[in-house]
């Protein structure tokens, strides 16, 4: 039934995981936001042209709520065909009916739906100033916590998914503040690794104390702070699954230094991340904690639309909780990668 | 168990919504919102001074989630000790554990903390102009409906309060717009019925059209569509409890004209409302739906402090949500209406 899950990570805890929501209600979220960090030229495949990467959170967002974009007339789409990950995410929550809620942490623009604001500006460039404020740090987990409580009581697996532009390198920042070592995975076949890593070397410089606070501060992002609040919650009384790569092993970097204990937590993600050679995912979350990383081994590598397929080949990978939404909607529904790409192919047609 | 709950309306249903709904899960949701209508003197008692009647909604969030308040620094009650209905909405939550969210439409201020917000506009005074736009009118029924498909996902039974200064005057023109006859309760004992008489007639003078959202868009307020949306989906997958009193019956008349059917739907308010000489709730719903009415038969009667036994001598009666949230935890937890005073007693003496 699972067969199309793959366990890394604790896999004693991730069958575990799988037992208590399989077949159970679920819950997703997307939480979007943005930093100005993907203005660099280079660091993002999300949105090709500059002025329209503020629009990548708002645009995953409604494509998912209304299979179409409100924000932009154009399809979320690169110019030869790969399209957001949104589409997976879309696809997997309508074929398992799981109901879905927007956050807004710091999106630049307000999507065009009803969304749960946490009321905080977007993200800096971090190569050229702190990232957000201290209060804004602060207000970011509290409010996360706050919302965490309210939909951890809701369901009994509650999925968060992110998309925020150029976020692989505020997570890399991050991570880097912490004192975790570990490669970040990209949206590009090309990972922009130096171009990445001299960012985070300018903003270290700034960064001049250990306080976890202060390494979002200065090398993070909106998005980091408010979805280690909602998981610090949440997990008290539900399963969470983290659905992303990179970005999310910077949650649980952060979630860590102010006391999250990894309870009944599981990261979800593609298996195209997981095997990005120029990232190492599950060596970086071992690292912070022993826990699951259940893995969508999706078969975009069959399928017949090339913009599908590139998936495979290193371009997108993830995103806009693609992996775990997948994940999701194989557990509830039993569903195996095979028809759930029937699915992806049958709605990348509709749009296209 | 359910001793202090009386059942009105079509009492075989309420049986069934009682037993459906017994020690399940409950979530209650706030929506909270303003008309300019409330700032015409003499209209509300909620904001005893002109100038902080637009706190009432953001006060009433913050209140129920912090059990203070955040955007201003009094505690929310009349200078004479009348206590917000808020006090009893946190008490009653808290007492059974039953998680809330905050709904934003058209709120004049934001509250300090997340919600979800609906991007409306403020509704203005109907005595001088349309409360909202058409299209506005149109956008809260939407994102409702988004927003109940959300949240009846995820619960056994979906509460829904009101916190709209001013409201029973715009719930009145919305019923009279709507053909409904009805008196319309006040949060005074001595209901300016003949006030609210004149603004609804000077209102219904602009309307020209028989369309419901002519009618809320000329006599109504941002918060009916928008319940009516989430309604109207919601109770497709669960159980809905409107919590409040007249403003839900112009609710019920405006969902009923889009549609609605009354399915898995029970009014729950206090007997204060209920018992209101100057209003009647009771036969104005059964004009509208043959559906049941909860009450909570609460004793604040019995309380030794002044400002709540004044519930039970004509003031406030009802609003954020108390009645419903009470019933709410009545049902889920078995206690009974003198337990809950207690605990009410013991967080009116913590704020004071």
């Known amino acids: ?3 199309d899950i793959e366990i890394l990570g604790n896999t004693q805890k991730g069958i575990e995981f799988i037992k208590r929501t399989e077949q159970k ?3 997703f979220s997307l939480v979007i936001s943005y930093t100005a960090t993907s203005e660099i030229p280079g660091i993002t495949i999300a949105g090709e042209h500059p002025d329209l990467i503020k629009f990548t959170g708002p645009a995953d967002a409604e494509f998912i709520h209304y299979g179409y974009c409100r924000s932009i007339s154009v399809i979320p789409m690169t110019p030869d065909g790969k399209p957001t990950p949104a589409l997976l995410t879309k696809t997997a929550l309508e074929a398992a009916s799981i109901p879905s809620v927007i956050i807004n942490a710091g999106s630049k623009l307000s999507p065009k739906l009803p969304f749960i604001d946490m009321n905080l500006d977007y993200g800096k460039n971090i190569g050229k100033e702190p990232a957000l404020s201290l209060d804004d740090v602060g207000k970011a987990v509290e409010y996360g916590r706050i919302i965490g409580r309210f939909l951890g009581a809701s369901t009994d697996c509650l999925i968060i998914g992110e998309s925020i532009p150029g976020g692989t390198t505020t997570a890399m920042g991050t ?8 490669l970040v995975s990209s949206s590009m076949p090309q990972n922009p690794v130096e171009l990445k890593n001299k960012v985070v070397k ?3 410089q700034r960064l001049n104390s250990t306080d976890p606070f202060e390494v979002i501060s200065q090398l993070g992002d909106p998005m980091i702070p408010s979805v280690a609040g909602i998981l610090s919650t949440a997990s008290e009384i539900t399963n969470v699954l983290l659905a992303g790569g990179t970005q999310m092993a910077a949650v649980l970097a952060f979630a860590k230094s102010i006391g999250f204990e990894g309870k009944n937590t599981a990261v979800g993600t593609t298996s195209y991340v997981v095997e990005d050679k120029s990232a190492n995912l599950v060596e970086t979350i071992s690292q912070i904690f022993d826990i699951p990383i259940l893995v969508a081994r999706l078969k975009l590598a069959e399928s ?3 913009g599908l397929k590139s998936y495979s080949e290193g371009f997108v990978k993830e995103g806009a909780g693609a992996g775990g939404a997948s994940i999701g909607c194989m557990l509830k529904t039993g569903i195996d990668a095979i028809s759930l790409l029937g699915l ?3 709605e ?4 296209t």
């Open 175 to 182: 991570l880097a503040g912490l004192g975790v070592t570990g």
């Open 25 to 27: 209600k679920f819950l």
């Open 1 to 3: 039934m699972i067969s």
């Open 304 to 306: 017949q639309i090339s």
């Open 348 to 351: 990348y047609r509709k749009i």
């Open 344 to 346: 992806i192919e049958k």
């Open 202 to 204: 300018d903003a270290l």
